[in-house]
């Protein structure tokens, strides 16, 4: 019998393992199903999207979570504020992504619904899923235009890591959405800029994003080691990208310090003004 040459027996094995990897990922279709992210269903289970633009939620919404695991139903005011919030001149405000709106939660397990409900403070739960902190200040800013909210406090919720396959990282959200908003605004015959500098990390989030979307197979070994995968196979950042990573993230940081300023002074001219209309008043 003729020796098989090392090329042929390299294919045969590629061939086999595929055919394997194909077999074990139809018997995890079949066996153990996993629902890819998170759906968000209507009251008829029909999915629906949550989101009215890239700054905010639709309004009352009665939505069902649903993910391998958790399952929960969420609610949204008027406004497409994540129930239940003040609609009307908050005196606190809280900024964040999933986390911060509960993703996964009932409305009264958030830790914002059992903060302001402790507390008994009047509040306005912002999170939105998906987001960094340039959207979620994007966001006040329009509240704060739109219903003239004057809030005593906004709390923002900033989660930093420091690996590239770890959803929910700020740091380099803030980035992806400086970019989106420089591409937006400069024209395509207009040199490279800084913020074109390559994100290993953006890359690898979108094979981890391909990956789970498609195969069964993955979203079952990450459901069940998900942790581990994140701890040793994501790269930490390279210096150069971490620091553009913490100087978008500094000057959304700055933004929201302006955007205070801005809200006082404009409280003080109210309060000045109302002041000397009662004095008017009184004189009369």
Same mark, same amino acid.
């Given at each position: 019998?003729?020796?098989?040459?090392?090329?042929?027996?390299?294919?045969?094995?590629?061939?086999?393992?595929?055919?394997?990897?194909?077999?074990?990922?139809?018997? !995890?279709?079949?066996?153990?199903?996993?629902?890819?992210?998170?759906?968000?269903?209507?009251?008829?289970?029909?999915?629906?999207?949550?989101?009215?633009?890239?700054?905010?939620?639709?309004?009352?919404?009665?939505?069902?979570?649903?993910?391998?695991?958790?399952?929960?139903?969420a609610r949204t005011t008027v406004l497409g504020l994540r129930a239940p !919030?003040?609609?009307?001149?908050?005196?606190?405000?809280?900024?964040?992504?999933?986390?911060?709106?509960?993703?996964?939660?009932?409305?009264?397990?958030?830790?914002?619904?059992l903060y302001c409900s402790r507390l008994g403070l009047q509040c306005a739960?912002?999170?939105?899923?998906?987001?960094?902190?340039?959207?979620?200040?994007?966001?006040?800013?329009?509240?704060?235009?739109?219903?003239?909210?004057?809030?005593?406090?906004?709390?923002?919720?900033?989660?930093?890591?420091?690996?590239?396959?770890?959803?929910?990282?700020?740091?380099?959200?803030?980035?992806?959405?400086?970019?989106?908003?420089?591409?937006?605004?400069?024209?395509?015959?207009?040199?490279?800029?800084?913020?074109?500098?390559? !994100?290993?990390?953006?890359?690898?989030?979108?094979?981890?994003?391909?990956?789970?979307?498609?195969?069964?197979?993955?979203?079952?070994?990450?459901?069940?080691?998900?942790?581990?995968?994140?701890?040793?196979?994501?790269?930490?950042?390279?210096?150069?990208?971490?620091?553009?990573?913490?100087?978008?993230?500094?000057?959304?940081?700055?933004?929201?310090?302006?955007?205070?300023?801005?809200?006082?002074?404009?409280?003080?001219?109210?309060?000045?003004?109302?002041?000397?209309?009662?004095?008017?008043?009184?004189?009369?």
């Amino acid at each position: 019998m003729q020796k098989r040459t090392r090329p042929a027996t390299i294919l045969a094995v590629v061939f086999g393992i595929l055919v394997c990897v194909v077999v074990v990922e139809f018997l !995890s279709r079949l066996l153990f199903q996993v629902v890819p992210g998170t759906w968000f269903l209507d009251e008829e289970g029909q999915a629906i999207g949550i989101e009215a633009g890239e700054l905010g939620l639709k309004g009352n919404l009665l939505v069902r979570q649903l993910a391998p695991d958790y399952d929960a139903v969420a609610r949204t005011t008027v406004l497409g504020l994540r129930a239940p !919030s003040a609609d009307v001149s908050p005196k606190v405000v809280l900024l964040g992504d999933s986390f911060t709106f509960g993703l996964g939660l009932a409305d009264g397990e958030t830790f914002a619904a059992l903060y302001c409900s402790r507390l008994g403070l009047q509040c306005a739960n912002l999170g939105h899923p998906g987001t960094a902190t340039r959207r979620q200040r994007q966001s006040l800013e329009l509240m704060l235009a739109k219903e003239e909210w004057r809030p005593r406090e906004v709390h923002l919720f900033l989660l930093g890591m420091s690996t590239a396959l770890f959803a929910g990282n700020d740091f380099f959200e803030n980035v992806a959405e400086r970019r989106a908003d420089d591409a937006h605004a400069r024209s395509s015959t207009e040199p490279a800029s800084r913020a074109n500098v390559p !994100s290993s990390g953006g890359r690898l989030r979108r094979v981890q994003a391909l990956l789970l979307g498609h195969s069964n197979l993955a979203r079952l070994l990450y459901l069940h080691f998900g942790q581990w995968m994140r701890t040793v196979l994501a790269p930490a950042p390279g210096v150069g990208e971490f620091e553009f990573a913490l100087e978008a993230t500094r000057d959304e940081i700055m933004g929201l310090g302006r955007l205070a300023n801005e809200v006082c002074n404009a409280c003080r001219a109210e309060h000045s003004a109302a002041t000397e209309r009662a004095i008017v008043s009184a004189k009369c």
